[in-house]
Each structure stands twice: as C-alpha cells, then as structure tokens.
C-alpha cells in the first residue's frame, strides 16, 4: 500500500499528541488544529481525556473546535457520560466553546451537580452558554442548589455563572440566602453583592456575608 504524504503527516500528527514532550504534543495539536482532518477528531477527544498540562487541553480544545460540529458534537456528546471525570470536565469546557444549543440536553442536573468539582464547574459554565431561551429561570433553581460547596474557586465559578443569567436568577439567590446552611446563605450574598458590584471582589463580598450570616441577617432587610 502506498503512504500518500497526507498520510505520513496525519500519522505523524496522531504520534505526536502522544509524545512524552508536552512541548511536542502542543505542537502536534497546533499542527492538527491548523489543517483540520477528520480523522483527527476521535484521537483529539481522546487525549483531552487523559491530557495532565492545562496549556495543551486548551489547545485540544481549539483543535475541536477547528472541526465540523457534525464531527465533533457525537463524539464529545458521549465524552460527557465518560467515568473519567477529566474527560466529562473536557468535553464539557469543549462543548462551551463551540456553543452548538443542540448540546444542551447533555447538560443534565447530574452532571451539573457532579460530585467532581471540575466537572461541575464546567457543567456550568456550559449550561450558561447553551441554555435556551425561558430556561434560564429553571437553570438557576438547579445552580442555587450547589450553593456553598468547595474551595474559593468552585465557589466563584458558580456566582459567576449566576450572574451571567442576569436578572432571572434574582429569586432563586434571594430564596437562598434563607437557607439553613450558612455557607448558602454567605455564598448566595456574597453572589447578590458581586452582582451589585462586579468590582467589590469575591474574597470582600465573601468575608461581608459571612459577618450579615453571624449576625443572623439574611441581608435581605429593609432600611
């Protein structure tokens, strides 16, 4: 069989996302994203998968974008329901970036609730970006529930994500900071502050919430 000089460079593309070297790996990922193949979307979502530097899983991640969403969409679809929690966490960050809607029902509360706190971020922030209009509402009622939960930067990519529904997530975030749990209660207004005054901070909005929740305030109070 005869090797066409395509070929030899798609094999040595497929070898290179593997290599010891990270530097080698950016560079076959570059290479793959700059002259998109289909024969390269199943390897790119497979590393993505396994991939340890952050540097080289955002470039997976350009590469699959670089493809036809009709190639990419079935694959990282199913990536999402994947047992490894870095594949779910990629193909999520993934599907955000390409911003298909037709992804949206793979955002499921479970995986929005994923007990893995990178998978959940980017459950997320994908469902910010793929949620249909007059579902936003329904979105925030399931994000308030995991109120309260991790390090400072679980807890910032929830508000985050809160705030970016706007106005809609007002109610479920007032109800919230009623809760029995303190730290729902700091976290939803230490949110509502930051989404006062993007430029109070999340350390500053947090340690403001938790004095309102020591005094037994709900920071809802009038005047």
């Known amino acids: 069989m005869t090797v066409t000089r395509q070929d030899a460079d798609v094999i040595r593309a497929l070898r290179g996302l593997e290599d010891s070297s990270s530097s080698v790996r950016l560079r076959a990922t ?50 999402v329901r994947s047992q490894r929690g870095q594949a779910r966490s990629q193909a999520l ?6 911003g298909d809607c037709e992804a949206w029902p ?12 990178e998978v959940a971020r980017s459950a997320w922030r994908a469902a910010v970006v793929l949620v249909p209009e007059g579902e936003e509402s ?32 007002g109610p479920a975030l007032v ?5 029995p749990d303190p730290r729902v209660r ?21 340690e403001e919430a938790k004095r309102v929740v020591a005094l037994g305030g709900s920071g809802q109070e009038g005047p």
């Open 30 to 79: 570059l290479a793959v994203g700059t002259t998109p193949d289909p024969r390269f979307v199943d390897k790119l979502v497979e590393r993505s998968a396994v991939e340890p530097e952050f540097y080289v899983r955002d470039m997976l991640t350009w590469a699959l974008t670089r493809h036809p969403v009709s190639l990419t969409l079935p694959v990282l679809l199913r990536e």
């Open 186 to 206: 700091a976290h939803a207004l230490a949110t509502q502050r930051l989404s006062r005054d993007p430029d109070a901070g999340f350390e500053s909005a947090i």
């Open 175 to 179: 109800a919230a900071t009623t809760a």
């Open 93 to 98: 960050h993934t599907l955000s970036k390409i």
């Open 106 to 117: 793979a955002i499921t509360r479970t995986l929005l609730s994923d007990a893995d706190d």
């Open 138 to 169: 329904a979105l925030a009622t399931v994000l308030v529930t995991q109120l309260g939960r991790g390090g400072r930067e679980t807890r910032l990519s929830l508000s985050r994500a809160l705030i970016a529904l706007g106005e809609v997530a």
